[in-house]
């Protein structure tokens, strides 16, 4: 297929900012809002705040520029474009393998992730329905727990947003999406900023803060490691090939560098500002850090109630949430629908829909996780921490070691070089695919999961 049919069937981003936005859209999300808050809170505080960024920095940044460059170079789905690249460098077909692994780990994840979004969605009423004034930590706990264990409520906003996921979906992936990011994220931004304001002034705000930035070493579990490091892929939308499939719509020419550092600069700020806002209100009213994935549900709405017009900038707070999930959720979806037209010759229509469908039902069994948690147990995990763990924990970092190995090893240094002109600084980009990253994510998983 020529460059031209290419454009033709997947369109190509306006400019550098369109990719920004998107991969932006993609990596702000509910991991930074929701997630990241409640897995520093589980795994104490500021030792893996810290190996967090180090995994970000070191190990996150470099594996983006490669999947933007493998996605550039390819110009296809995630599956395709490894095949083809494969073949042109005279590598064997099993590489195609590897965008597989993308496609089934974005489907798994899209299937909880629309519980989650569908909580926020439930919490856009609730604020605007202003109850939440003067709430306190007890009514705001009550609240929560009511809606996790309503198989019935949770069942309709997850349908909702799958819904609302699908029809933006099968659109294609230019039209409204660039416009929403464009506007939306900067605006949660400042929501976020604002939250912290009011957060910094409240009476456990030192204690908030020293919790998030003072490492304490002997707090960090065995397994925080790999949590830290399944964060930063999960985070960034890494090891999937949602990255690689944004990139493959990116014009030749766009430094790629610079738009992985500014999309994961935006994305790691946007993660600590959230954790500014939650623990000092978490400290403030005596509530453990280490609850689990309600914390934000449970902290922030006795913040709200506390504000002036809080009904007002809670209501906008989550419904700019639910749109940080939507941008997410697009990504997280797009590999999968992506090989369908490609491959199994469906409109993207029908690929959208039906690969919404299966999503929604896999999902279903994440509501009856949470609202029965006793039975739906296997081992020491609920459904939802299995696919949790095996998606965020095993799968996108194992996808990113295979892709560092793609573009560190596959490729030969000419096209490498050719597609990030780094000039000089090339060389330490080069070290990082092909030696820091493959043993540095080898080890920390090897690790995690023998001391299980
Ligand atoms: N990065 C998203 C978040 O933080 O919510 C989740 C995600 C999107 C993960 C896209 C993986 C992905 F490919």
Not at 37 to 44: D, M, Q, T, W
Not at 65 to 77: F, N, V
Not at 366 to 381: A, E, M, N, V
Request: with cysteine.
């Amino acid at each position: 297929m020529s460059e031209q049919e290419q454009r033709l069937i997947h369109g190509q981003w306006s400019s550098r900012m369109a990719f920004i936005l998107a991969a932006s859209g993609s990596a702000i999300g509910l991991g930074n809002i929701w997630k990241f808050p409640y897995l520093v809170g589980e795994n104490g505080g500021g030792a893996f705040v810290l190996i967090y960024m180090l995994c970000v920095v070191m190990l996150g940044v470099p594996i983006m520029m490669a999947e933007t460059l493998l996605g550039r170079k390819g110009r296809r789905s995630p599956v395709n474009t490894l095949l083809n690249l494969a073949r042109q460098a005279g590598a064997g077909r099993l590489w195609g393998q590897v965008g597989w692994l993308g496609v089934v780990a974005g489907f798994l994840i899209l299937s909880y992730y629309s519980v989650i979004a569908g909580w926020s969605l439930a919490y856009i009423f609730k604020m605007s329905s202003g109850f939440m004034n003067q709430v306190d930590a007890e009514k705001a706990r009550t609240a929560f727990l009511a809606l996790q264990g309503s198989p019935e409520l949770q069942f309709i906003w997850h349908s909702l947003f799958m819904i609302a996921t699908v029809s933006i979906v099968s659109r294609g992936v230019n039209r409204g999406l660039e416009a929403a990011t464009r506007y939306l994220m900067p605006l949660l931004f400042i929501m976020i900023l604002a939250l912290d304001l009011f957060a910094l002034g409240s009476e456990g705000a030192g204690q908030g803060l020293s919790f998030l930035f003072k490492p304490d070493f002997s707090r960090l579990s065995g397994e925080s490691l790999m949590i830290a490091l399944g964060q930063a892929f999960f985070s960034l939308g890494l090891g999937m090939g949602a990255i690689m499939m944004y990139g493959s719509y990116l014009p030749d020419g766009v430094s790629i560098t610079r738009a992985s550092l500014i999309v994961a600069g935006a994305d790691t700020l946007i993660a600590l500002l959230a954790g500014v806002a939650i623990f000092p209100i978490v400290f403030t009213h005596h509530l453990a850090p280490g609850m689990g994935p309600g914390l934000i549900f449970e902290t922030l709405p006795i913040a709200f109630g506390k504000m002036p017009a809080g009904h007002l900038f809670g209501t906008i707070f989550f419904v700019l949430v639910f749109f940080a999930a939507i941008t997410s959720a697009i990504a997280l979806i797009e590999p999968t629908v992506a090989w369908l037209y490609e491959n199994r010759g469906m409109s993207r229509e029908s690929a959208s829909l039906w690969s919404g469908l299966a999503c929604w039902l896999v999902g279903l069994g994440t509501i009856q996780s949470f609202s029965d948690p006793l039975h739906w147990r296997i081992g020491d995990k609920s459904l939802f921490e299995w696919l949790d763990f095996v998606t965020a924990e095993l799968m996108l970092p194992i996808g990113g070691i295979l892709i560092a190995v793609f573009a560190g090893w596959v490729l030969s240094a000419e096209t490498t070089a050719g597609e990030l002109a780094l000039g000089s600084r090339y060389r330490l980009w080069r070290f990082a695919i092909r030696y820091l990253a493959p043993l540095g994510v080898g080890l920390i998983l090897l690790r995690g999961v023998g001391g299980m």
